[in-house]
């Protein structure tokens, strides 16, 4: 996905998004436990170029919007006995989250 550099974010920190449930092959850097699951935007981190085609060989010096997410750990592990207010944080870039 080629992004012009004057694209805006699509996503809003504190806004709710889904985290695409693919499964392409090859590697990936979204985890698969991820995927499917809703998550709140906390913070825009910038643009950088996409790992994903670099990793391919694929990248001709797109950059694509890349978030800090947060999911409450209750969400992702059945058997966690931790605080509601557990989190885990993690960076995904724009084409990995869905609007809800």
Known sequence: MNVVDHDPPIHQEGKKVRVSLKFPIG???VPTYIRGKEV???KN???YI???EEAF??????KLWYYL???PQKQLWKDYNGA???LLEIEVFEPWLESI
């Open 50 to 52: 996409n790992p994903e």
């Open 27 to 29: 590697h990936y850097r």
């Open 69 to 71: 997410v947060s999911i």
């Open 40 to 42: 709140r935007i906390e």
């Open 57 to 62: 060989g694929k990248n001709a010096g797109s």
């Open 84 to 86: 509601d207010e557990d």
């Open 45 to 47: 981190l910038g643009r």
